[in-house]
């Protein structure tokens, strides 16, 4: 009986191996692939769309429209790094001293706060909605991976493309064409600055709606893309 079970133990922890190899190596199959081609849909758009079918709303669509980096004004990688992850350009894919402050104020709504752009793009990118460790730690094996294959400036390219920034709206040729009528490339200081401050939740905030609270986060993300330097900043790490 022991020998029986010694043995089923084994077969199943070979079987969980070569499933866990698997889904690596998919993973890893993909970032390879995407690193130079158009990112055509998200895991966060498959997901949303899903969920909107189940609910019986037919009239959901997840739109989103790829651009380069080129075809984007070089104020909304500023907003965003501005608004989300000022220290983007020097990480390694995380920001160490942040997440020490949530886990030691112990609040865990606070972990989006210390979430990278490049932690951001992983989730978005490949993982479901969540907040287990299993979760957190595929997205940190997938930030490794985008950091060590694609590098800061493809990250950034692919997290504006397949940002949410309203119901059905992703990525910023979508959102600038939806909310402003012109593209992305166009897009001023002041309304790069306006979509950056929906990311941190597009479902309650909207940046053709703004609350007083968007506007103070518009405000406050034009105070910080001075204090970064402006488009130098960009330049500096070449990002555009």
């Known amino acids: 009986m022991a020998k029986k079970t010694n043995s089923f133990w084994a077969t199943l922890k070979k079987r ?15 970032i390879l692939l ?6 055509p849909f998200s895991a966060v758009m498959a997901e949303r769309q899903a969920s909107a079918f189940f609910r019986g709303d ?28 000022q220290k983007f350009p020097q990480h390694h894919g995380f920001d160490i001293q942040a997440i020490q402050s949530v886990l030691d104020s112990q609040n865990a709504s606070m972990m989006r706060g210390a979430s990278t752009l490049s932690q951001q793009t992983a989730k978005n990118m490949f993982l479901w909605d969540g907040r ?13 991976g985008l950091e060590t294959v694609w590098g800061k400036k493809r990250i950034l390219t692919v997290y504006l493309n ?32 306006l979509l950056a401050a929906v990311l941190p939740n597009p479902i309650i905030y909207h940046a053709n709606r703004p ?30």
């Open 211 to 240: 609350s007083a609270y968007t506007r103070e986060r518009q405000q406050w993300i034009l105070q910080q893309m001075g204090q970064l330097g402006g488009t130098d900043f960009l330049r500096k790490y070449r990002l555009y």
């Open 162 to 193: 397949i940002a949410e920034f309203g119901p059905g709206i992703f990525g910023v040729e979508t959102a600038s064409q939806t909310y402003f009528h012109k593209p992305a490339r166009q897009l001023t200081r002041q309304e790069a600055a």
């Open 16 to 30: 969980l191996l070569i499933i866990t190899g698997g889904i690596v190596l998919w993973f890893f199959a993909l």
């Open 34 to 39: 995407f690193s130079l081609l158009p990112v």
């Open 132 to 144: 287990s460790w299993a979760r957190k730690g595929l997205e940190a094996v997938l930030t490794v």
């Open 58 to 85: 037919w009239h959901y669509r997840a739109h989103s429209r790829w651009v380069s980096m080129s075809d984007i004004s070089p104020w909304m990688p500023l907003a965003v790094m501005a608004g989300e992850d």
